[in-house]
């Protein structure tokens, strides 16, 4: 059985299609290429298409290190480049999609991700993957340790983007952001819509075609 953090890293790894070129954010969704099936290729900010296995032993070198400073191999035929160039690449629009976390998400889509009054984590390169990426999916706990709401009206913190999240993904539940709000697709076996509502300060719109989450 998964942990928390890896089953939301399998359900949002499910938004990815053979030849998407896709970035990964630091924590939950760096785990995503864990569940993902060949021809994804995974970028990486400092300057690198095709993110392999982890690196062991003698493989290990600092010059190749996913966001979360985890080295790896290449796969055969990554594509190396200065840093100058992969934000290039990611502001253009030809990335697939992003993962990433959140420290709280609003009712329009609005993600605020790198601060708190206080404590400042590094915006890094998410304000450049919220604008370019065709998809942003935010991987998180669905509250945070002390039980307050990360899906709010309105951010409280410093925004990284506005109106940029196209879905999130919890462990207990996968919303949708839309133009006429959030919708409430797949629930956790054993959780209800109410359960989930009470956890949300938007009030969510339920999708009539909605599912239990695979296990």
Known sequence: MLDNRRFIARRAARYFKVGDVVNLGIGIP?????????????????????????????????????????????????????????????????????????????????????????????????????NGARKVIVAMELTARDGARKIVNECSYPLTAMQCVNHIVTEQCVIDVTETGLVLKEIHQGRTPEDIQAQVEPKLILADDWTVMEE
């Open 30 to 130: 760096n785990l995503c290429a864990e569940f993902t099936e060949k021809g994804i290729m995974f970028e990486t900010e400092n300057g690198l298409i095709g993110v392999g296995d982890a690196a062991t032993d003698v493989m290990v070198t600092d010059r190749f290190c996913d966001a979360g400073s985890n080295p790896f191999v290449p796969m055969p035929g990554a594509s190396v480049f200065d840093t100058a160039y992969s934000f290039a690449i990611i502001r253009s629009g030809r990335m697939a999609a992003t993962v990433l976390g959140a420290l709280q998400v609003s009712a329009r889509g609005d993600l605020a991700n790198w601060a708190t009054p206080n404590r400042r984590f590094g915006m890094g390169g998410a304000m450049d993957l919220c």
